[in-house]
């Protein structure tokens, strides 16, 4: 069973910055698609980011392009998520995916069951 355990939210100035992490309990961390959607209050939950088994391919939202920045240690099972010049619309509840079975180009249109496990969420809250 893959369990995702997110940390790193708080309350930022706009402007600051903050990094996410998640650690995977999964035997096979290398075979999955990491990434990260977030949800605001009011809003539905959205992708943010996304990165390949290797590390080598990401994709972002176009709203976080340039500020928040996915990586990944398979070492530690560990998947990042750095967010710098942070903004009051970035405040939401920030959760760690994994998926094996979707192409991660397809993420950004999948919902709730298409992924193959959720974190609980972290939540960032960024003051203006």
């Known amino acids: 069973q893959v369990q995702l355990e997110e940390s790193g939210g708080g309350l930022v100035q706009a402007g600051g910055s903050l990094r996410l992490s998640c650690v995977a309990s999964i035997p096979t961390f290398n075979y999955y698609v990491m990434g990260w959607f977030r949800q605001a209050p009011g809003k539905e939950r959205e992708f943010v980011a996304n990165i390949n088994w290797n590390g080598l391919m990401t994709d972002y939202a176009d709203s976080v392009k340039g500020r928040l920045t996915i990586s990944k240690d398979n070492a530690k099972n560990t998947v990042y998520l750095q967010m710098r010049s942070l903004k009051p619309e970035d405040t939401a509840v920030y959760y760690c995916?994994?998926?094996?079975?979707?192409?991660?180009?397809?993420?950004?249109?999948?919902?709730?069951?298409?992924?193959?496990?959720w974190g609980k969420g972290t939540l960032v809250t960024v003051s203006s």
């Open positions: 995916a994994a998926d094996s079975r979707n192409p991660m180009t397809r993420w950004p249109e999948l919902g709730d069951y298409d992924m193959e496990a």
